[in-house]
Nanobody, 125 residues
Framework: QVQLAESGGGLVQPGGSLRLSCAAF????????IGWFRQAPGKEREGVTS????????YYTDSVKGRFTISRDNAKNTVYLQMNSLKPEDTAVYYC??????????????????WGRGTQVAISS
């Protein structure tokens, strides 16, 4: 049974940092690419970043380039999202998701098969 479990969300001030984790169970990061998505109140779910299973290539939406970094630890079957220089507009529920095979772009939700339950990130002074 596949399960993805996010953790690491919280409340931080603008300019602060958070590191989210996505632990994967029932699948291998050798075979599945992982994407991070976010959804703010009243807005559509947005693809933030992805990391490819095959070669570790990474992709970022423009609004987070230079601030967010996705990485993975295949031995722990865990993907991380390091978020720096956080802004109020980064406030959202963050989800990780898995798709079999390579990732080739910023993730689109319809491409991903398995989803975690999300973790809340709030940026406020």
């Amino acid at each position: 049974q596949v399960q993805l479990a996010e953790s690491g969300g919280g409340l931080v001030q603008p300019g602060g940092s958070l590191r989210l984790s996505c632990a994967a169970f029932g699948l291998s990061l050798d075979d599945y690419s992982i994407g991070w998505f976010r959804q703010a109140p009243g807005k559509e779910r947005e693809g933030v970043t992805s990391i490819s299973s095959t070669d570790g290539s990474t992709y970022y939406t423009d609004s987070v380039k230079g601030r967010f970094t996705i990485s993975r630890d295949n031995a722990k079957n865990t993907v991380y999202l390091q978020m720096n220089s956080l802004k109020p507009e980064d406030t959202a529920v963050y989800y990780c998701a898995a798709t079999r095979g390579s990732a080739r772009a910023v993730p689109s939700f319809w491409e991903y098969d398995y989803w975690g339950r999300g973790t809340q990130v709030a940026i406020s002074s």
